[in-house]
């Protein structure tokens, strides 16, 4: 099967091409036009959803700072009680001193003891305050993720009642597309991908309107024209690189620039005319 459509392809002529070309991207616009529906609520959704996983982690994160707070505290507390038995021993030790080397020593150990314990309450006192930073970010975090998962269902539902009303669409556009992508020639459609994907409007084949690029409006030679109205070979737009197609081959009728200049010349004449019956004998 996949032969006989890729022999079918290469037999069509340049004009079946182009005509099965326009017809892809037509199908394509239609999908762009879904996603634009949807505006930008993907974005948003996912925005909530990484905002929300962000928050909590910063309160895992900060829990655990607070676990590892509380263990420090009863660290300190211990060694507080361990320093104020060496000191009660110590100060019971001063009252049958021998000597002054030995009384000394003794008020050396005490002092180191005391400072032992300041040090360990001023780690208590900042663990304390840090312990209650992490309280207040915890209950923050707590309220923000709250709201946030709030939103992000609000979005989430959003996103699925506009999805569930265009999938069919887009699912039956798809397969189209999918099907008319077999019929033409991959070198084509390739470089027809290729230019849909760098534009801005994901337009990768117009007609030409106006004597222009029917993509970035640019001019178009004579003789380019007539090339295109030919259906002979594929041509390009020299300035944006879009494939160009006949309007009569995308079926669509051109605006005739004729039928307006006729128009100006008749609107012209009038003009004259009556400014001719305005002036004086």
């Keep these: 099967m996949a032969k006989k459509l890729e022999k079918t392809s290469s037999e069509m002529s340049i004009e079946e091409r182009l005509k099965n070309l326009y017809q892809l991207q037509t199908y394509l616009s239609q999908i762009d036009n879904i996603r634009t529906i949807r505006g930008e609520l993907p974005l948003e959704v996912q925005d909530l959803e990484d905002e929300v996983e962000g928050l909590r982690t910063r309160i895992e994160k900060t829990t655990a700072e607070a676990e590892e707070i509380r263990k420090g505290l009863a660290s300190w507390q211990g060694e507080i009680q361990v320093a104020q038995q060496k000191l009660e021993k110590y100060k019971q030790q001063l009252d049958n001193v021998r000597n002054n080397r030995e009384y000394d020593m003794i008020n050396k150990e005490i002092e180191y003891q005391n400072l032992e314990i300041q040090l360990a309450e001023k780690r208590i006192n900042e663990a304390k305050q840090a312990e209650k930073r992490n309280q207040e970010l915890i209950a923050k975090s707590q309220e923000e993720l709250e709201n946030r998962t709030q939103d992000l269902e609000v979005k989430k539902n959003e996103l699925d009642e506009i999805v569930i009303e265009t999938k ?7 397969e189209k597309a999918k099907t008319l992508e077999l ?12 230019i849909r994907k760098n534009s801005r409007n994901g337009l990768g084949i117009v007609y030409v309107q106006r004597d222009a690029c029917g993509g970035c409006f640019a001019k178009i030679p004579p003789q380019r024209q007539l090339d295109v109205r030919m259906r002979k070979k ?6 944006c690189g879009r494939i160009l197609i006949d309007p009569e081959l995308a079926g669509v ?3 005739a620039p004729k039928e307006e200049k006729t128009r100006r ?5 009038r003009k004259k005319a009556t400014e001719g019956e305005d002036k004086p004998e």
């Design 234 to 239: 594929v041509i390009v737009c020299e300035y």
């Design 253 to 255: 009728t051109p605006d």
């Design 168 to 174: 069919a669409e887009e699912d039956k556009l798809r």
């Design 183 to 194: 019929t033409i020639e991959p070198r084509i459609l390739q470089a027809f991908k290729r």
């Design 265 to 269: 010349r008749r609107a012209t004449s």
